[in-house]
């Protein structure tokens, strides 16, 4: 089954060759094997997920119809609401939460008839670029175990690369569904903002947060975004179909798209590792190879993308994560003094470090006698970046960066400087900043045997061309087939 | 270079935060903070006088629905999460100071 991909194990399992059971008992099976050393799961859903299975088996053999992921065993990240099993966001202050319903993305992988079979680590509210931020466990890359998976979706994008899962879902504020995805070498997508529906998401950054599917390869990405892409009317923000019209992301996908024009910033070379230089030049060479044209284009305010990202993402994140009073739901402090301490007790108990970070530098920045200077100056900012990619995106079809200036760092490496960890996110964060969405596939090994990721970023809503494009790139190499050593064993 | 955060105000931004925070984390977050602040500061290169704040990346509109009541949580599901609870109540400590009511 290790070398099956999503949408060719629901084939087999609607025609008959293999059952729901069988493979989500495969994918049972090596969570318990390798799932002790990867640490990609907070919770695995053994029981129900055999159960689950077993009912989709039943409506296959009685000849009924069957949604676009029957059968097939899935993992979600577990800052998404889901109605078994608790929701923890990896943070003490949600350890025991249930959450009284499910996610829409998770209402509509099981109306697709997925199998979920567990829910992944994370940092900490999804604060985070290595995974090292959970409060509840360490996960590693399954290309290197003394290394991060990437972060903030580092559960999801270890459990996928470990084969421990056929494809998960994450969610991306600044880069935390592309930047695992490239450390762990495997294809990741975050939509346009709004093209998902946020609804049981639990809230980092809302102007910025977006759900998208991690997987094997190009083809299982569309596939999950066709399952979970959509208006909601519970999420406000989730767009109007009328105005920004859905399609099926599978369609077409192996047809390469022509007269392609494609963008690179040669600015953006000088931060990158010489490796990973290296295979982006290959890969933008491939392309040229394919008949596409290439730009150099100009992004001047990328260099400030960091700066106004961290006043947004902690300003919002301050007030969203006000919700944890250990009043609702959550910890609470055992021996309050009186009101005032059920907050601020309850909230430094049940929060880590960086969540606290975040907290602080975002009440600062909109604190009074500050707002303007750091939080209105980072809107501003904001606007600039996102009339730079309204620029290029009137000369090319699509922009081509590394995902992340290194590979996957050493476990320990970073955690003691916020601000470094903060710069490995650069290529990632104007996307959110700018709402439109971006792909990481892997395009490369570097001399460590780690996964390189190249980023490919399209104009909002264009994900079917951007799919098409990255598809490609896919079809002619082979970086996506290799499997890290461990899940051999 | 004078900080931009010193031990008092990141004492005042816990309390706005609501954050009980140790001396420790006092002393580890003021500087932690500064570094990243002062890296911030990198916006000031840019005038943005006549730009407009964008808070939101899509155009948003306010959503209308029709007025029709419909399911809700209801009370013991919005209840089951709490830490400490009173008949349909979440139960917190006293508020009003009593020596105040006379």
């Given amino acids: 089954m290790h070398e099956l991909t999503a949408i060719q194990l629901r084939d087999k399992i609607k025609a008959g060759e293999i059952t729901s059971t069988q493979a989500t008992k495969k994918v049972l099976q090596a969570i318990e094997k390798h799932d002790k050393i990867i640490g990609a799961y907070i919770s695995v859903f053994e029981k129900q997920s055999l159960e689950r299975a077993a009912e989709i088996d039943k409506k296959i053999a009685a000849g009924e119809s069957v949604g676009q992921l029957a059968g097939v065993p899935v993992a979600v990240k577990d800052n998404m609401c889901t109605t078994f099993g608790a929701t923890t966001c990896a943070s003490k202050i949600l350890e025991n939460f249930h959450a009284p319903y499910n996610a829409a993305v998770v209402q509509k992988l099981l ?7 567990g829910k992944t680590n994370l940092d900490e509210f999804a604060m985070g670029s290595s995974t090292e931020n959970s409060s509840l466990k360490q996960t590693v890359n399954p290309w290197d175990t003394t290394r991060v998976p990437g972060g903030s979706s580092g559960g999801s994008s270890a459990a996928v690369a470990g084969r421990l899962c056929m494809a998960a879902l994450g969610s991306d504020t600044g880069g935390s569904i592309r930047q695992p995805a490239g450390f762990c070498g495997i294809v990741g997508l975050k939509p346009t903002y709004g093209r998902v529906s946020r609804f049981g998401l639990v809230a980092f950054g809302s102007s910025l947060d977006q759900i998208g599917p991690l997987a094997l390869n190009v083809e299982d990405c569309a596939l999950m975004l066709n399952v979970i892409a959509g208006h909601d009317p519970n999420d406000s923000t989730s767009v109007d179909e009328k105005n920004a019209p859905l399609c099926d992301y599978l369609e077409n996908i192996d047809k390469p798209v022509e007269n392609l024009k494609i963008g690179i910033v040669p600015q953006f070379a000088a931060g990158a590792d010489k490796q990973i230089q290296n295979a982006i030049n290959n890969a933008v060479e491939l392309y040229k190879k394919l008949g596409a044209q290439i730009i150099e284009i100009d992004l001047p305010h990328f260099e400030y993308a960091i700066a106004a990202y961290y006043m947004v993402a902690t300003a919002e994140a301050s007030s969203n994560l006000a919700r944890y009073d250990g009043v609702h739901y959550g910890h609470r402090t055992e021996n309050p003094n009186d009101y005032i ?6 909230r430094e108990e049940g929060f880590g470090k960086e969540v606290k970070r975040r907290i602080m530098l975002g009440t600062y920045a909109l604190s009074s ?17 996102r009339t730079d990619f309204t620029n290029a995106f009137e000369k090319v079809d699509s922009i081509i960066t590394p995902v992340t200036p290194t590979t996957a760092f050493k476990i320990g490496e970073k955690v003691d400087d916020p601000l470094q960890m903060y710069l490995a996110d650069m290529y990632t964060i104007s996307a959110n900043l700018a709402g439109i969405p971006g792909i990481s596939l892997p395009c490369g090994f570097d001399d460590n045997n780690l996964p390189i990721g190249m980023q490919i970023l399209a104009p909002a809503f264009e994900e079917q061309k951007l799919l098409r494009i990255a598809k490609m790139f896919e079809s002619k190499t082979d970086y996506h087939k290799k499997k890290p050593a461990i899940i051999e064993s | 270079m004078s900080p931009k955060i010193d031990k008092a105000q990141a004492k005042k931004v816990a309390k706005l935060s609501r954050l009980d925070l140790t001396e420790n984390e006092i002393e580890e977050f003021s500087a932690q903070l500064n570094a990243v602040l002062e890296y911030v500061e990198k916006m000031n290169e840019l005038n943005t006088d006549d730009v407009q704040p964008l808070a939101h990346c899509l155009p948003v509109s306010n959503c209308f629905r029709e ?4 399911e809700s949580l209801g009370t013991e599901k919005t209840l089951a999460n709490a830490p400490q609870t009173d008949n349909e109540f979440f139960k917190v400590p006293k508020i009003l100071d009593d020596s105040a009511a006379t």
């Fill in chain 1, 341 to 346: 301490e059920v907050y601020s007790k309850s």
């Fill in chain 2, 67 to 70: 007025d029709i009541v419909k």
């Fill in chain 1, 111 to 117: 109306a697709a008839d997925a199998v979920i079979v």
């Fill in chain 1, 369 to 385: 006698g500050y707002y303007d200077a750091y939080y209105l100056k980072a809107l501003k900012v904001r606007n600039l970046i």
